[in-house]
């Protein structure tokens, strides 16, 4: 049976690496971090440098960064360890929220993107994420990804067209709904929207929307507010 990484399967800790140019930052997350029992802080970095050399000596699994720092920035950084050190997950943690620091932290390499403003289970739930092996980002930019995918027919119009059917089960993937309330909606089988579901998927080769979701920016295909890039 094949293992899958999970913090409940495993009782592993997830070890976790905090870099900050501000000292009161980096012990803030700390403290904060410290009160759940699957985290394991095992180190602080002041910047891009120093956390390549923490992250070389102390392996971490999740790298916990600000993007704005002195020396090396975590962007840059990311981008090393990519290289590097692609086994360790990056998530961003920043206040910038426009769509070019989010697009630059994509093509860094960086497997996240959370706002300082986010309460700390939204934090957590974010470092579990990446660290199982998915992207994490807000639901609002997810579902701008999965609209405006809708509009483009699939990624870069290379691929085959939806069907129109494909398409309006995608809106309705897209709006949260599941099979079932798809299936009374449309007046057709649970059966045939799950080969719907499939084959959408398989057409587009993405396979989550946290998948499609980093495929969508990375691309260009849609700004913050979810509107088509012109």
């Known amino acids: ?60 699994d999740v790298i916990l960064t600000d993007i704005s720092m002195p020396r090396m920035d975590g962007l840059a950084m990311a981008e090393s360890l990519r290289r590097e050190l692609p086994a360790i997950k990056i998530l961003v943690l920043t206040v910038h929220s426009n769509k070019d620091f989010v697009l630059r932290v994509v093509k860094s390499g960086a497997h996240g993107y959370i706002s300082k403003e986010a309460p700390t289970e939204t934090l957590v739930k974010a470092i579990e994420t990446v660290y199982s092996g998915h992207t994490y980002f807000s639901q609002e930019i997810a579902q701008a990804a999965l609209t405006q995918l809708v509009a483009n027919g699939g990624k870069d119009g290379d691929s085959d067209e939806l069907t129109d059917r494909e398409r309006e089960v995608l809106v309705l993937i897209a709006e949260g709904q599941s099979n079932k309330e798809i299936a009374n909606r449309l007046g057709i089988g649970v059966r045939t929207i799950e080969t719907h579901r499939e084959r959408i998927m398989r057409r587009l080769d993405i396979h989550s929307v946290a998948g499609l979701t980093k495929y969508a920016i990375s691309n260009g295909l849609i700004t913050l507010d979810g509107t088509p890039k012109p």
Do not use: F, N, W, Y
């Open 1 to 60: 049976m094949r293992t899958v990484k999970t913090v409940s399967a495993s009782r592993q800790k997830i070890r976790v690496l905090i870099v900050d140019d501000h000292p009161v930052v980096r012990k803030g997350l700390q403290s904060c971090l410290l009160k759940h029992e699957q985290l394991r802080v095992v180190g602080e970095a002041e910047d891009g440098m120093d956390a390549l050399k923490k992250a070389r000596e102390l392996t971490p």
